[in-house]
Nanobody, 125 residues
Framework: VQLQASGGGVVQAGGSLRLSCAASGSTLVNYVIAWFRRAPGKEQEGVSC????????YYSDSVKGRFTITSDNAKNTVYLQMRNLKPEDTAIYYC???????????????????WGQGTLVTVSS
């Protein structure tokens, strides 16, 4: 499985960006895709995740109400719409995929077998 993350950039505080994570390379059925971020000097954070088919979602408290995760199953692509961005959202954002269906918290990086390259989001004040 290959994951291609894109959509990062530089935006002013209060602005919006949409990240994309395109999955390819295997029969993609029953999977979970998550977005993680790593900011300078901070631990990696599980930001959001979505379960394919079912569409159940998770958001960390730091982004709840501002970020929306959606999936286009036909395109095997997951989007992270980020609104009202804050300087503290500045980070490298990674998408990850697992075929595990239970026994873990979707915001736990340990659960994921496949990772995309990061895309940098910079929010200026």
């Amino acid at each position: 499985v290959q994951l291609q993350a894109s959509g990062g950039g530089v935006v002013q505080a209060g602005g919006s960006l949409r990240l994309s994570c395109a999955a390819s390379g295997s029969t993609l059925v029953n999977y979970v895709i998550a977005w993680f971020r790593r900011a300078p000097g901070k631990e990696q954070e599980g930001v959001s995740c979505i379960t394919s088919g079912v569409g159940s979602t998770y958001y960390s408290d730091s982004v709840k109400g501002r970020f929306t995760i959606t999936s286009d199953n036909a395109k095997n692509t997951v989007y992270l719409q980020m609104r009202n961005l804050k300087p503290e959202d500045t980070a490298i954002y990674y998408c990850a995929l697992t075929f595990k269906t239970s026994g873990y918290k979707c915001y736990s990086a340990r659960a994921y077998e496949y990772w995309g390259q990061g895309t940098l989001v910079t929010v200026s004040s």
